[in-house]
């Protein structure tokens, strides 16, 4: 039974997935360290929006909610419900990481379509979303691996492997490999989805610059937000899984 091989195999070439390069990108070298910099610089501002916007609405909360507090508290009810669907009475303590990932990877998706990346001039490549990249698509799904692994355990300790030779010791390979193909699922589905939406209204930009393309970018505004709710109903689904130990 070749498992672990096929295992190492596969854990390898998600691990090599951070070297691949589309286009020209710029580096910084810190030290020994080389930082993506198209990314850190996109990701400090996603990270700057999303702090403006919540010290901005909640800094100074009201008994009768203003409009922007009222914002906020429903994008909460709403991680909440989702959370306690997916994960069960033990939702708590995941409703910040399950925000956080939504929220992140909204913000990120939408500010690929809204953003004038393009007009900002770098020496080598482009500034675009985020999750235009798979290195930030890669780190989020590895994120959202550990979190299910702790959550198993935390609850299970070592009786959470039992759930490899579940429902029969015959799947064992199978459950195995499941959890290399969860994170290469989740990173690969969030970064092509970005990555054409954003090649289309390029191209339809040089095209028809004037009308075709606007629909488009309404479009793409709906589909990069259904995958940041993709992306965090599947992780809470696995952090459930994990905890509950079904499938």
Known sequence: MNVIPCSIKTLK???DISGVEVGQHLYWQIGGLQIHAQVLITSWVVIAILLGSVIIAVRNPQTIPTNGQNFFEY???FIRDLSKTQIGEEYGPWVPFIGTMFLFIFVSNWSGALLPWKIIQLPHGELAAPTNDINTTVALAL????AY?????SKKGLGYFGKYIQPTPILLPINILEDFTKPLSLSFRLFGNILADELVVV???SLVPSVVPIPVMFLG???SGIQALIFA???AAYIGESMEGHH
């Open 13 to 15: 070439g998600l691990y």
């Open 75 to 77: 994008i909460l009810e």
């Open 143 to 146: 994120l959202t691996s550990v």
């Open 149 to 153: 692994f702790y959550a198993g355990l």
């Open 203 to 205: 191209v339809l930009v």
């Open 221 to 223: 505004l709906f589909t």
């Open 233 to 235: 109903t599947l992780a």
